[in-house]
């Protein structure tokens, strides 16, 4: 299974080192796969957030559907290998289903990182089916349309991952894609992030400094 794909061929001087880093991530990866059902009822596994190696920006992502109205909130959040708060996303859009409003969600953080032309990012969602279908399953087809846009997208980065991790891990960007959905988000959050999210955040930053 390949986890990064890259706009350019390494140089020859370039391989040890890419190697490296793509050792490290691919074992960050496997190490938020899904349990098995006797793993997880063991309850053998605590999933905390990890923060980015190098100059690699890690991107959660996260929707808020409303099933009344047809809408999601969308949420992004980008930390760098500092555990910082340096960019972020909330918006929201019309969507039929909530798997759609998850593809939706990581279309828009990859647009986005594509935009400020961020070249190395690894992007995080607890919707295991569409980090699946972005790692080559056969696109469901209500998603198909979206996940062609990540793929097309995915070709610009000199490294781009997807990976699957545990609701408690992406608590961060839960907050923010909720608090959108609510209209209780302030619009300058990423500036001045409200005291709840804050703490998420200082708690992120903390699990991943002991690791």
């Not at 980065?157 to 992406?170: S, Y």
Request: proline content about 6%.
């Amino acid at each position: 299974m390949t986890l990064f794909s890259g706009g350019t061929r390494p140089k020859p001087s370039e391989i040890v080192q890419l190697t490296q880093i793509q050792v490290e991530e691919w074992l960050e990866a496997t190490a938020t796969q899904p349990q098995t059902s006797q793993t997880h009822n063991a309850g053998s596994h605590f999933s905390q957030w990890r923060s980015p190696k190098g100059d690699t920006l890690k991107i959660n992502i996260d929707a808020s559907w409303s099933p009344t109205n047809k809408y999601v909130a969308i949420g992004v959040v980008v930390r760098d290998s500092g555990g910082l708060l340096v960019s972020g996303l909330a918006k929201k859009i019309a969507a039929p289903s909530p798997l759609v409003a998850e593809a939706l969600a990581l279309r828009e953080a990859i647009q986005m990182a594509h935009n400020l032309q961020w070249s190395k990012c690894l992007f995080e969602s607890d919707n295991i089916q569409v980090i699946n279908v972005c790692r080559g399953d056969t696109p469901v087809g209500e998603i198909e349309a979206n996940v062609t846009d990540v793929a097309y997208l995915q070709s610009s980065f000199a490294r781009c991952g997807f990976i699957w991790v545990k609701r408690e891990e992406n608590e961060s960007v839960n907050f923010v894609a909720q608090s959108c959905l609510r209209g209780s988000l302030p619009p300058n959050w990423v500036i001045q992030p409200p005291p709840q999210l804050c703490a998420l955040l200082s708690k992120d930053l903390q699990s991943s400094l002991v690791q």
